[in-house]
């Protein structure tokens, strides 16, 4: 499986962004994975944002980005995608997105996933 993310840049405070996460696959059925989006800041660890399931399409977020930050999914183009709006110099990190083979009830721990993008960054400037 593989995961490609892409729509990182930088950007001025205040602003927005949308990320993209393409995933592909022999044999992978992308409907039957939950994807999630962390990101990690130098020096800090890799923080859990948002996450939407397979099923049925439910999504979950961090408390710290809630009503900033939206998640999505297109089955049909194996994309999931994070609407960033009102970016702070605080969300600078590298963004990366990993799926999840199962149901999804709450936002997992990174070392649940089990397949990761390779991170696309995302800078904001005061």
């Known amino acids: 499986v593989q995961l490609v993310e892409s729509g990182g840049g930088l950007v001025q405070a205040g602003g927005s962004l949308r990320l993209s996460c393409a995933a592909s696959?022999?044999?992978?059925?992308?409907?039957?994975?939950?994807i999630g989006w962390f990101r990690q800041a130098p020096g800090k660890e890799r923080e859990g944002l948002a996450c939407?399931?397979?099923?049925?399409?439910?999504?979950y977020y961090a408390d710290s980005v809630k009503g900033r930050l939206t998640i999505s999914r297109d089955n049909a183009k194996n994309t999931v995608y994070l609407q960033m709006n009102s970016l702070k110099p605080e969300d600078t990190a590298v963004y990366s997105c990993?799926?999840?083979?199962?149901?999804?009830?709450?936002?997992?721990?990174?070392?649940?996933?089990?397949?990761w993008g390779q991170g696309s960054q995302v800078t904001v400037s005061s």
């Open positions: 990993a799926a999840f083979r199962g149901r999804l009830f709450a936002m997992l721990p990174d070392y649940e996933w089990d397949y």
């Open positions: 696959g022999i044999g992978f059925t992308f409907d039957d994975y939950a």
């Open positions: 939407i399931s397979s099923s049925d399409g439910s999504t």
